[in-house]
């Protein structure tokens, strides 16, 4: 799997948007960017992925650049429940998730 | 809550011992996975079932070992225990295997090893 470069850490007003970004430089073509997150030291939480488009749920939005070799999370009004540790992971056509050291995301009033 | 169980939520146990952790994974998911989270490595993938066999597997030592049963449920067994072996373990499942099955991860087991 392609490796990962994240900010070891970040802050954010609450009710901001906070914008995560991710190093993948050496994706491949058929790789996915995932983008999980643990809250203290709950389980990680699925957020959301996305190969080529830009992609947006209930949680988030994920934009990649065109030559794939970064990418940004946005969450669009930060709370408090966001502050976390964000994972972004590329993977191939492999089962397992590898975690990276993420980003520690604090949300502060 | 994810659907995903796991007992004990602490275990406290001494070196040289054995202990088994438990997951039940969502209702209907066929896959189940294993990490270990401590503080020097971080969260690593141990060993994956898929539907009672093993798929794949991870840095998972030789003094662990882990099964799915018929009913899906897995459980981890850890022996010969040592002070590094002190961790978070967390259960995963996802519905089928397969690269780009979303996990949802259940809350963990924190394992003390005195």
């Known amino acids: 799997d392609a490796k990962t470069t994240q900010p070891p850490s970040m802050d954010c007003a609450e009710g901001r948007a906070a914008n995560l970004p991710c190093n993948h430089s050496?994706?491949?073509?058929?790789?996915?960017v995932y983008w999980y997150r643990q809250i203290h030291s709950q389980g990680p939480q699925y957020i959301i992925h996305?190969?080529?488009n830009n992609e947006t749920n209930e949680m988030a939005s994920l934009i990649i650049t065109e030559d794939r070799k970064s990418s940004t999370l946005i969450l669009p009004h930060a709370t408090l429940r966001d502050t976390a540790v964000y994972y972004c992971?590329?993977?191939?056509?492999?089962?397992?998730?590898?975690f990276g050291t993420g980003t520690r995301l604090q949300v502060f009033p | 809550d994810s659907g995903v169980t796991q007992t004990p939520k602490h275990l406290i146990t001494a070196t040289g011992q054995r202990v088994t952790l438990r997951c039940s994974p969502r209702?209907?998911?066929?896959?189940v996975y294993w990490y270990q989270q401590s503080l020097d490595q971080g969260l690593q993938f141990l060993i994956q079932?898929?539907?009672?066999?093993?798929?794949a597997k991870g840095n998972i030592l030789e003094r662990f070992s882990a099964q799915q049963f018929p009913d899906l449920h897995s459980e981890l067994n850890l022996s010969s225990l040592e002070l590094g072996d002190s961790a978070l373990y967390f259960c995963?499942?996802?519905?089928?295997?397969?690269?780009?099955?979303?996990?949802?991860f259940g809350p963990g087991t924190r394992l003390t090893v005195l």
């Open positions: 996305g190969l080529k």
């Open positions: 079932y898929y539907n009672g066999e093993e798929r």
């Open positions: 050496t994706i491949s073509g058929n790789e996915y």
């Open positions: 209702s209907g998911d066929l896959s």
């Open positions: 992971i590329v993977r191939t056509n492999t089962d397992k998730l590898i």
């Open positions: 995963a499942s996802s519905p089928l295997a397969g690269a780009y099955n979303e996990q949802f």
